[in-house]
Nanobody, 123 residues
Framework: QVQLVESGGGSVQAGGSLRLSCAAS????????MGWFRQGPGKEREFVAT????????YYADSVKGRFTISRDNAKNAVYLHMNSLKPEDTAVYYC????????????????WGQGTQVTVSS
């Protein structure tokens, strides 16, 4: 139902910061749990972070906990991923997704994926 478009990716040096944005279409954005996932070269897509419909709950993969922050602005139909202290192993295509419920390991009732945005971290 909802269509998602990511932006904000780019190339940064290790230790740098980057903020990714995901713009959603439609008028029901606030009814979705949202999440970020990533897929590095030669790897499977993995969970990064999720956020509940009203942003009461957030969840993070252990690999990014303390460095990444997920947030949302329902008035703007947008979700964000602020990434700090980036490492080369963070290099991946990052995807946002919408689902029914945000949980500690991903999303339930997955509705849609964005096209992805590339993040490259050099050492």
């Amino acid at each position: 139902q909802v269509q998602l478009v990511e932006s904000g990716g780019g190339s940064v040096q290790a230790g740098g910061s980057l903020r990714l944005s995901c713009a959603a279409s439609g008028r029901t954005f606030s009814s979705y749990g949202m999440g970020w996932f990533r897929q590095g070269p030669g790897k499977e897509r993995e969970f990064v972070a999720t956020i509940s419909r009203r942003a009461v709950s957030t969840y993070y993969a252990d690999s990014v906990k303390g460095r990444f922050t997920i947030s949302r602005d329902n008035a703007k139909n947008a979700v964000y991923l602020h990434m700090n202290s980036l490492k080369p192993e963070d290099t991946a295509v990052y995807y946002c997704a919408a689902g029914t419920v945000a949980g500690p390991r991903g999303l339930e009732g997955l509705n849609s994926w964005g096209q992805g945005t590339q993040v490259t971290v050099s050492s």
